[in-house]
Each structure stands twice: as C-alpha cells, then as structure tokens.
C-alpha cells in the first residue's frame, strides 16, 4: 500500500480495508478436521518512503499486524495442542485394536 500522494482519507480507508482483509481470516476454518492459521500480511508501508501524513496510517497498520502476529502465533499453539490430542487418540485406538490388553476401558 503506497501513502504517497494519497489524502488522509484514502489512507485511512487502505488501512480499514487491510484491517477488514486480515480480520477474515481469523476465523476458524475447518478443513479436515483441521484448523487454518492465516499467517499475517507484512505491511507494504515499512517499504515505502512515506509523507508525516501516512506515518500515522502506516502506525496503525503496524500496531494491527504485531496484534495478527500473536494471534496467528497463538492459532499455531491451538492446533498444534489439538493435531496432538488426535494423534494420540488415534494411537490408543489402534492399540487398542492390536492388542486388547492396552485399551483403556
């Protein structure tokens, strides 16, 4: 997103739209049984040389992509912890299936 030559304006509306494209997927979705941690856009602002005007736009796309980073990081937690408790759920039944002696009830 280039600040340049843009109003206060459209630069806050580029920064609402980058918020609305990020907020999307942070919603779970079930694909398989697993869930999909959308990994979080860097902001095109650090990359560009940017007027005082859009520091404070670039600011706040800054603040939102830190706050996606921990979210995103913490997505990865869950479903690691969850892709675990499958794994081992599965283990057991199939142990169980093998061998009677290991099933738990």
């Given at each position: ?30 694909i ?73 009830n």
């Amino acid at each position: 997103m280039r600040f340049s030559g843009m109003s206060m304006c459209s630069a806050a509306l580029a920064t609402a739209a980058a918020f609305l494209t990020s907020v999307q997927p942070l919603a779970a979705q079930a694909i398989r049984g697993f869930t999909y941690c959308a990994p979080p856009a860097r902001p095109s602002c650090i990359e560009t040389s940017a007027a005082a005007l859009a520091m404070a736009a670039c600011d706040e796309e800054m603040q939102l992509f830190t706050k996606m980073v921990f979210r995103y990081r913490e997505c990865l937690e869950r479903e690691t912890e969850r892709a675990v408790r499958e794994a081992n759920d599965a283990i057991e039944i199939w142990r169980c299936r093998l061998d009677e002696t290991k099933c738990r009830n």
